[in-house]
């Protein structure tokens, strides 16, 4: 038995029935795994690296996890909201310094961390995909990649390409753009451009699976044999 367990914030938590279809990166990953993976997700909506540990949610990890563990570190979306001294960070200082923090809880555990760069929102400005708010969090969690030497997985990377190849109609379908009455709790409609709906949970789920496949061994061992099939990962956009 393999345990993979995920801390961050609402792009990767679980969902219950009452914000259907809004649906976490790590709520899709699953599908992706073995079956005797199993999959611990600690996300929380609105966290930061900061909130997170603060709320000693990190050491709730800590007790749980073990040697041979996996430990997936996704955070970026809430670090830079500048506003809110509560779970704000310094991209380049204190964001890197938490990293550390999460890294260190699986090591000292003899557990493996995966650091993993936050998705992008989609946010388009006459039919073009608008720079990023949070590069310079994905920049700091390079630089911690490399100071701690862990691996990374570019989801920022691969959803920014996939996002820009699209285009901003048809990738309207993966995020939480709901149209009146879509959902019962929703019933005027909503416009979300960074939580995901099942079909975006699925996609980007997808592409950390990629990025774990290139990882090799240990960690491609924690993906289902139809996961490893390097065509399943292709994205195509059909004209």
């Excluded at 380049?92 to 995966?114: M, Q």
Aim: hydrophobic share 35%; charged share 30%; proline share 4%.
């Amino acid at each position: 038995m393999r345990r993979i367990f995920w801390a961050g914030d609402s792009t990767v938590a679980c969902n219950k029935f009452n914000t259907f279809p809004q649906t976490g990166i790590g709520q899709a990953f699953d599908r992706y795994a073995k079956e005797d993976v199993i999959i611990y997700n600690h996300a929380v909506n609105g966290r930061s690296t900061k909130s997170f540990i603060d709320e000693k949610r990190l050491e709730r990890i800590k007790e749980e996890i073990s040697e041979g563990d996996y430990l997936f570190i996704q955070f970026g979306h809430n670090d830079e909201k500048k506003e809110d001294p509560s779970r704000y960070t310094e991209p380049h200082g204190s964001f890197i310094d938490n990293l550390g923090e999460f890294i260190t809880a699986a090591r000292n555990k003899k557990a493996y961390p995966v650091l993993i760069s936050p998705v992008e929102r989609r946010l388009f400005e006459d039919g073009k995909l608008k720079a990023s708010a949070h590069i310079e969090y994905v920049k700091g969690m390079e630089e911690a990649a490399a100071k701690y030497e862990v691996p990374l997985i570019d989801l920022f990377g691969m959803s920014r390409e996939f996002l820009q190849r699209v285009g901003d109609e048809r990738s309207k379908q993966y995020f939480m753009n709901l149209a009146p009455m879509e959902a019962e709790w929703a019933p005027e409609g909503k416009i979300d451009n960074t939580h995901l709906k099942y079909e975006g949970a699925m996609l980007f789920a997808g592409m950390i699976a990629k990025g774990i496949s290139d990882l090799g061994k240990p960690y491609s061992t924690l993906l289902a044999d139809e996961a490893l099939i390097k065509d399943s990962f292709k994205i195509e956009v059909n004209g």
